[in-house]
């Protein structure tokens, strides 16, 4: 980072503490502790915004400045470089996490948690949300990523998402005109944030919806190796085929590199068992990709995002 770059961020964080408070701008800030792969070196600034117009000003002032910014929900598809990110951070988090209900339809702000989110359609008699019971993320993340499990995704449900567009206005979208796929949406394409978000769902008898939660949990917990920490499935699906059954066709249970491994549980997870680094959860990746590419002519796409500085 050179001089210039240093003093506009330098500037960018007096800013923000002196509008936002000092406890919501962190300098220098581990994002080991933000991201469920525990791995990662610090941001430049780790900005926590109260309501979604500090959000947008807080952006136009990157923008000014010329700083790289970035939003975060949960950190749970996210692997950041051991050399950190040299920017801004913004988190969608406790602040965005409001739900109401009226009839079938609920509003939850992006810093809701999905399993939290699961729980208050199951409260209130609605299904239609099981699947999303037990993805770690933030429904921020989730609308980006367009968010499935177990033959549910975020696009049989949401309607409406209110977004902040790149020219720092807010609009409430149709969820027809965002574009979602299979992990894929407009938000990824055109740098669009999720504030909050609309679902429609269907009456359902809070027990069975627990228990459709409960057997979608056990199967997790039996076929996941969610006792270490991961972003959860590393790769995307390629067309016809399975990434983890690629990974473990091709002997890669248990590879390593340092701290980070191929689960042997489930080989389309890279798990970083032994406290790694980024670099040594980067290179499982890479190594795995080239792996399957030599042998089965199949090109595996990362499904987690990749942030900041690696070497
Ligand atoms: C154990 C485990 C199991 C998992 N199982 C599943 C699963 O079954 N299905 C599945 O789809 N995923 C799964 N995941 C991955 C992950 O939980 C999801 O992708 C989730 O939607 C990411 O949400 P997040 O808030 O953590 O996003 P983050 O990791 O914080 O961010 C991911 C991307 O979304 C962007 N983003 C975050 N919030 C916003 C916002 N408000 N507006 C715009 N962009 C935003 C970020 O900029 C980033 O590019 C799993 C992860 C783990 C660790």
Sequence with gaps: MNVSEHSSIARVAEQLKSEWGEERVLREEPMSRHTTFQAGGPAAVFAEPATEEALAAGIAMCRREEVPCFVLGRGSNLLVGDLG????????????????????????GAGVLLSALARFARLHGLSGLEFAGGIPGTLGGALFMNAGAYGGEMKDVVTEVRVLLPDGTFRWLPAGELDLAYRSSRLQKEGMIALAARMTLKPGDPEVIQETMNDLAQKRRSKQPLEHPSAGSTFKRPEGYFAGKLIQDAGLAGYRVGGACVSPKHCGFVVNDQGGTAADILAVCRDVQAKVQEQFGVTLEMEIRCLGDFT
Excluded: N
């Excluded at 990110?85 to 939850?108: C, K, L």
């Design 85 to 108: 990110y040299p920017g801004v951070i913004f988190h969608i988090g406790e602040d965005f996490a409001g739900m109401s209900v009226e009839g079938e339809r609920i509003e939850a």
